[in-house]
């Protein structure tokens, strides 16, 4: 158990901004925060983070929270899980306690895993320093590569003992199961048989965004040619392939500061870059691009510099990945090394300078650079430049963008030494194929249905409900200030007449609501804004020093969830900047005690006006009563009449 004080001591500290930002790039925009979705594919930014609320919300998936839900959202951390990373990041010191084999067993599924391929990790870096072997063989290969003990240390680098059953005896001496051990992937079972699947292996842990341990990636060192170079762990609950990038733990904050990923194939590329200094680059680990794994540098940047090695087949790879990435809408620049050289190797061989010098210099817009590349192929043969042209333009048609899409247009066209209208041509022909196709597609959907036509009916607006969630607002954004309310009290005037005379009361606006809604013995009809409200209205009369933050981080995930969409929710119009338009809405501190009062005299007269309905329902059924029921509706009018005036408009 983690005691009270440490998760008080971490909400304190834990700012809502920082923790956000080391896995979405935000932007300021106003006195809040936005960026593009990390739980949606999106091109315009819907996520919103307010620093004075400590909260956030994704306006395109419904999910909000504070930091610690963040994390339990995006990263699937249990709530203590959470904690521990809030205290790690904010250096926070942290009881931690040995788990006891009752409390491993009870641990779900998902977690068990985490928990093997931590101490997986930990097991191969003690193998490396801790043993001869590891030592003479793991540590000599690193230190061959010219990794640094720091730069081994900072990436977890480690190595599997060439035993069959090493790694598999030690965890389970440890404690952790069988069961498990086989549905990470480090385990090979086969009936009575166990076999530990990196064995005689370097170990390059590839872990998410937040650092957690998703699985393997093993070089063997022996000249077995039977054997793979390099072995990756199997797909699994944790570890998919097409999803994950290796080394974006240690270069998500360089790339979003550096506003540019580069993008290498393997592993050690990313080690040989950091430790030279450059450190926003990722690889994919040796398999072909995937839309997950750029929506994954998308979250950080909207620039790629893809890296090719100087062998014609790198070469080749890598330009198959571009039309993928302008398709996500990106920016792409290419960057090739000379002849014979990898990343790793021309990363080792130059200094910082150099190589930031030589990225710089040598990085191409990915236009120019296939047409460079691809014109030596040509040369003079017609036929082969129409198919470059075509390949050209098809890369092109990817491009979201309109705009950016007739510039790219008119660079091919200078390059090549071609018409524009042809290009056009060719790219509207190209679009009018993939229209064609996909009116097919959905034709042939169509006929697999009876298409019934039908009238859709206009959704009623739902006025209380809209009413009792600006009440639970202000309570949560006003609660405790003080203010100055102004109510007109009927009072007898010196000729005997009633008249309507201001009256100006100061007191606090949780206050103000309770008392009011009190008086006219009115509830809230939505069960969820009930609880809130009761729970809010307490939280106020015991703690003078209410906060939001500090008042949501303890609640329950539902009715914190809740809170965060109702507090968010005016976010979503500040999306649209509506100062950069010369257009300055009035803030809602600016008039709090009016828009407290015209809440809930709105309220008053909504619930007033259902009053009389049903009154109205009651003469067609209870003709006896008729008299006193006409006597009643004429009170609730004239009621209405008199908060007319309160609110100075026509009801």
Same mark, same amino acid.
């Given at each position: ?249 240690? #270069? &998500? $904050?360089?790339?979003?500061? /550096?506003? @540019?990923? +580069? =993008?290498? !194939?393997?592993?050690? *590329?990313? %080690? ?74 021309? #990363? &080792? $061989?130059?200094?910082?300078? /150099?190589? @930031?010098? +030589? =990225?710089? !210099?040598?990085?191409? *817009?990915? %236009? ?284």
């Amino acid at each position: 158990m983690i005691s009270k004080a440490t998760i008080d001591q971490v909400f304190e500290a834990a700012r809502v901004e920082e923790v956000i930002g080391d896995f979405v790039q935000l932007k300021k925009s106003g006195t809040n925060y936005k960026g593009l979705s990390p739980f949606s594919e999106e091109r315009s930014p819907s996520f919103m983070v307010s620093p004075v609320k400590q909260i956030w919300k994704d306006f395109s998936s419904g999910k909000g929270g504070t930091a610690i839900s963040f994390l339990m959202e995006h990263e699937h951390f249990t709530y203590p899980e959470a904690i521990k990373y809030l205290a790690k990041k904010y250096n926070i010191e942290i009881e931690e306690t040995e788990q006891s084999n009752e409390a491993k067993e009870q641990a779900n599924e998902r977690e068990s895993m985490y928990l093997v391929s931590e101490f997986a990790s930990r097991h191969f870096q003690k193998v490396l320093y801790k043993t001869d072997k590891g030592q003479a063989i793991g540590l000599s290969y690193f230190k061959e590569r010219g990794f640094t003990d720091e730069t081994i240390k900072s990436f977890n680098l480690g190595y599997a003992l060439d035993e069959w059953q090493a790694f598999t005896d030690e965890a389970l001496k440890k404690g952790y199961k069988l069961e498990f051990l086989e549905k990470t992937g480090l385990t090979i079972v086969k009936g009575e048989k166990r076999f530990d699947r990196f064995k005689g292996r370097v170990m390059f842990p590839i872990q998410s965004m937040s650092g957690r341990v998703l699985g393997f990636g093993g070089r063997i060192l022996s000249q077995d040619k039977k054997a793979a170079k390099y072995l990756n762990s199997p797909e699994s609950d944790l570890y998919h392939k097409s999803k994950i990038l290796y080394g974006i733990y240690h #270069a &998500k $904050q360089s790339i979003a500061k /550096e506003d @540019n990923c +580069y =993008l290498v !194939e393997g592993y050690t *590329d990313v %080690i040989q870059f950091h430790q030279t200094g450059i450190k926003n680059v990722v690889a994919s680990s040796g398999t072909a691009l995937t839309p997950e794994q750029i929506r994954l540098i998308n979250r950080l940047t909207k620039n790629i510099t893809v890296l090719f090695d100087g062998d014609a087949a790198g070469i080749r790879a890598s330009l198959r990945g571009i039309d993928l990435i302008l398709e996500q809408g990106l920016n792409v620049k290419v960057c090739a090394f000379p002849d014979g050289e990898d990343p790793d190797s021309f #990363a &080792k $061989q130059n200094t910082f300078d /150099e190589l @930031n010098k +030589y =990225l710089k !210099e040598n990085a191409k *817009d990915f %236009i120019a650079y296939k047409a460079s590349l691809l014109m030596e192929e040509a040369q003079n043969d017609p036929v082969k430049k129409a198919g470059l042209i075509r390949d050209m333009v098809n890369s092109i048609s990817k491009i979201p963008d309109r705009i950016q899409k007739e510039i790219y247009v008119q660079e091919c066209a200078r390059i090549m030494d071609i018409s524009e209208e042809v290009l056009f041509s060719t790219l509207a022909q190209i679009g009018k194929k993939e229209l064609q196709d996909a009116n097919k597609h959905i034709k042939q959907e169509q006929k697999a249905f009876d298409v019934v036509k039908h009238k859709t009916p206009v959704k009623k607006v739902d006025v209380q409900f809209i009413l009792e969630r600006k009440i639970i607002e202000l309570l949560l954004l006003y609660g405790n200030k003080t203010e100055d309310f102004e109510d007109l009290v009927l009072k007898e005037a010196e000729d005997g007449n009633l008249v309507l005379e201001p009256v100006v009361q100061k007191t606090k606006v949780y206050e103000k609501i309770y008392l009011d809604l009190q008086e006219d013995e009115m509830e809230f009809s939505n069960a969820s804004f009930k609880t809130l409200y009761y729970t809010i209205v307490d939280a106020l009369n015991q703690n003078p020093e209410f906060t939001i933050d500090s008042f949501v981080n303890r609640l329950e995930s539902d009715m914190a969830s809740d809170i965060t969409s109702i507090l968010m929710d005016d976010e979503r119009y500040n999306l649209h900047n509506w100062e950069s338009k010369n257009i300055f809405p009035k803030g809602k501190e600016q008039s709090v005690a009016q828009l407290v009062s015209e809440t809930i005299l709105s309220l008053r007269c909504f619930l007033i006006d259902q009053k009389v309905s049903d009154f109205k329902s009651e003469t067609q059924d209870v003709s006896g009563e008729y008299k006193a029921i006409l006597e009643d509706v004429l009170n609730y009018s004239n009621l209405k009449m008199l908060l007319s005036r309160k609110l100075n408009r026509v009801l």
